[in-house]
């Protein structure tokens, strides 16, 4: 049995099978480096060991039948337990039980736990009863689905970009169960698991078959995960062709052709749509050969690192992709990073740099597997976080156990049960060591075990040990964080001269000896990043850790860092901080790093004195530490700089930008971003004929029929209903409903003095008063209702 499961987490790790002969821009085919199946990886004593045994007690916790509920129910068969709330009950049931399946499959691999592989079996067969009853493939929580994908198959359907048909990002709530099969095989050896992921495929297939192209990429305008990848990962498993033709179906055009000729035209885009879509050209490229499928993600990995992305790892704003020349959004909004973008970025970074091994693709992987991954888990609970704010002295929100069901606890789950994923790889008789993660390798093709241990980051050195006799050569990442020249190496005590490739891997080749020891030293500095578009905020990192200080701006106050069971219960909602008020690096000159010092016995902590000011205090003293160890509280990331001359006119100026913005917020109730995903999902959008999209970078949301959202007001304190429109959809007439009552009859005017403008609608006194408020935009005859570009209720 062992050695069937060795051989079935080996295949995940297995050179992709070239299914297609390669055509005129096939890249010339080269042996690809291949990552150890998790099963042959044991992680050591270490921040990582931490989280993954956190990650184990929280996946425990969790109830597989209440997570099975959805599926059982949309089959027609009875469940044990109620469904869990939160997405899991409003249009996204059964999202979470996918995601579960796959971490359970990484748990087991990682750590050979019984329960976990017994809850893995008991989770599968479940999941098969469902997919007998319903006779034709389909497994699935969807709501209603099945009468929603018949529609679809008979070529009745309407996308737009967070729905079809009416149901929340059908494919890639399904995307989940796929991957979870397909790791529940490969991770946990179940071999029924193998075989409904198969005759899940053909359901997908045969759904497919009778639409149009033109058909199939109007329905790809909504989210649908990494349908064209998993597709892919059936074509090899089975060797068929025909699931590789499907995955290419599942790939859209629109968004790979411009990556592949070098362009960016991701600002405006829903970011984690989009990540997803990338693994998969990267892996049908490898497949087929086909050069410009592995340019469009080697491009858009590019200039996401290089441009999109801060000093944690992460992407992001409100989910989507802002102008990469403008990161104020980044600073002034709460919701930053999204912990699933870096999920998926460690992805496909891992396929990347199975293709050319470059250096460059640990280093991304390291920084936002400390700085990101490593700290989105609450270490006493194991809840997970949404959203990373970057904004100055605001704060995060972790899932409980029984109520946040987000994408991000999916994905959480999965992230701190393979942390053993990258850390090692091999190529021939090359063996590679990427991450500085004490942990244990056992190479079986070579008889080898490596042994790394040590306190890094804590300490700036790694050793390893080699059990075994063999020739091999290892190649060790030197980092970016490395100065030139710096790093040293000794084998068995005695220095080795450092080879370094053009790979940026320093390589050691020798016939290794029962015993040898290997001692790298990494001496890291502290120092200043910019923002990426080169504002006026820094971040301050030792080595590869980011740097954090914990504040607290207003005096006994006591904010709730776990996140409640509503629909925007993942975002912290607590006081938004002035910028103007927050601490801010003042000197001189931007060279101070000399004023940070060290804190005796604390590894990683350092303090500064007189280099930080606060409004209303003057210079403080600051502790730094790694953001990874930074829970429950605010927090700063990114600091503001001023000299001390120029500190004075910063704070006005910030002051005054910052006055209008606070002064909204305060009076805002609830808001809606018309046309972004997570916004309108979480204001149950409805509609008819609906419609969304981007003009001059901004989302839209309209209808040749109505739509609607459902707003919060839990203190009935609504007075005022904010809508902004464009001067360029000037003629369209449509009605405004609040709770049925007609607010307004709506013509848009072309005499604006801006492009985008606001109209305050006063909702009358008699008006019932409601804890919420359905607003509904319906279309006169022979128009459009909206285009609607932004939506608050005012108190």
């Not at 109520?403 to 790889?425: R, T």
């Not at 607010?743 to 109209?759: I, K, N, P």
Request: hydrophobic letters at 35%.
């Amino acid at each position: 049995m062992k050695q069937c499961l060795r051989r079935l987490a080996l295949l995940a790790a297995w050179p992709l099978v070239v299914l297609l002969p390669a055509d005129s821009s096939a890249a010339a085919p080269s042996a690809p480096i291949e990552l150890f199946p998790l099963a042959d990886v044991r992680l050591g004593a270490s921040p990582f060991l931490d989280a993954q045994r956190t990650d184990l007690h929280y996946i425990l916790e969790m109830e597989p039948d209440r997570l099975l509920a959805p599926f059982l129910r949309e089959a027609g068969l009875p469940i044990r337990q109620p469904s869990y709330g939160n997405w899991e009950s409003s249009g996204l049931d059964g999202h979470l039980g996918g995601h579960y399946l796959s971490a359970l499959a990484l748990m087991y691999a990682s750590t050979g736990d019984a329960e976990v592989l017994r809850r893995l079996n008991y989770f599968v067969a479940e999941l098969k009863r469902c997919q007998q009853q319903n006779g034709n493939g389909y497994i699935g929580g969807i709501p209603e689905g099945s009468a929603a994908w018949q529609a679809i198959a008979r070529g009745e359907l309407h996308a737009d970009n967070f729905s079809v048909n009416g149901k929340w990002v059908p494919w890639y709530n399904l995307h989940k169960l796929y991957a979870g099969l397909r790791d529940a095989y490969q991770y946990g050896g179940n071999a029924d698991a193998r075989d409904m992921l198969v005759a899940m495929a053909d359901w997908a297939l045969n759904l497919t078959s009778h639409l149009s192209e033109e058909q199939m990429q109007a329905m790809l305008r909504s989210e649908h995960g990494g349908m064209n990848e998993v597709l892919a990962d059936v074509a090899q498993l089975t060797g068929q062709r025909k699931y590789l033709d499907l995955a290419i179906r599942f790939s859209q055009p629109s968004l790979m052709q411009p990556l592949a000729q070098g362009r960016d035209q991701l600002t405006g885009m829903h970011a984690n749509t989009q990540i997803p879509k990338v693994i998969g050209y990267q892996r049908i490229g490898t497949m087929t050969g086909r050069a410009d499928w592995q340019q469009a993600a080697q491009f858009f990995w590019q200039t996401v690192h290089d441009h999109r992305t801060v000093a944690i790892g992460g992407n992001s704003v409100k989910e989507h992709f802002h102008d990469a020349q403008d990161f104020s959004p980044m600073m002034s909004e709460v919701e930053g990073p999204e912990t699933c973008n870096t999920y998926n970025m460690l992805k496909l970074t891992g396929l990347l740099f199975q293709r050319d091994g470059r250096a460059s693709y640990g280093d991304y992987y390291e920084r936002a597997l400390y700085n990101h991954i490593l700290s989105s888990q609450r270490p006493e609970t194991g809840g997970f976080v949404y959203f990373t704010p970057m904004r100055p002295n605001h704060y995060r929100v972790y899932s409980q156990v029984d109520k946040g069901m987000w994408c991000c606890v999916g994905s959480g789950i999965e992230s701190h049960a393979k942390y053993g994923e990258f850390i090692y790889a091999h190529r021939g008789e090359e063996l590679y060591v990427n991450l500085f993660i004490p942990s244990t390798l056992n190479w079986r093709q070579r008889g080898i075990r490596v042994t790394q241990y040590g306190s890094f980051p804590d300490e700036e050195r790694s050793l390893l040990r080699i059990d075994g006799s063999a020739s091999f050569t290892l190649k060790i990442r030197y980092p970016e964080w490395v100065a030139a020249g710096a790093l040293r190496l000794s084998v068995n005590g005695r220095p080795v001269k450092v080879q370094l490739g053009s790979d940026h891997f320093v390589r050691l080749r020798r016939q290794w000896k029962d015993g040898d020891q290997v001692e790298v030293q990494l001496p890291m500095t502290t120092r200043l990043e910019q923002m990426p578009d080169k504002s006026n905020y820094y971040a301050l990192l030792h080595g590869p850790v980011v740097l954090a200080a914990k504040t607290q701006p207003y005096a006994n106050e006591k904010l709730n860092f776990l996140a409640d069971e509503s629909r925007m219960g993942h975002v912290a909602q607590g006081p938004v901080c002035s910028l103007e008020a927050s601490p801010m690096l003042v000197s001189d000159s931007k060279d101070f790093m000399q004023r940070l010092r060290p804190v005796p016995g604390q590894p990683l902590t350092f303090t500064a004195t007189g280099l930080v000011q606060q409004q209303g205090q003057g210079a403080t003293t600051i502790t730094l530490i790694p953001f990874y160890r930074l829970h429950d509280s605010r927090y700063v990331i990114y600091w503001p700089y001023s000299t001390p001359a120029n500190l004075a006119e910063l704070r006005k100026k910030t002051a005054q930008n910052e006055a209008e913005r606070l002064a909204l917020d305060a009076r805002t109730i609830d808001q809606v971003a018309p046309g972004e995903q997570q916004p309108e999902s979480d204001h149950f959008f409805r509609g008819d004929g609906a419609d969304a999209g981007l003009n001059q970078g901004r989302h839209w949301r309209h209808a040749s029929g109505w739509f609607s959202y459902q707003l919060n007001d839990a203190r009935h304190e609504a007075r005022v209903l904010r809508l902004t429109y464009a001067r360029g959809d000037a003629g369209r007439r449509f009605d405004i409903r609040v709770n049925g009552y007609l607010l307004a009859e709506v013509r848009l005017q072309g005499d604006a003095s801006e492009e985008f403008y606001t109209v305050d609608y006063a909702l009358p006194e008699d008006l019932p008063r409601a804890e919420k408020w359905e607003l509904r935009f319906e279309a006169r005859e022979g128009s459009m209702a909206g285009g609607l570009y932004g939506l608050r209720l005012l108190r």
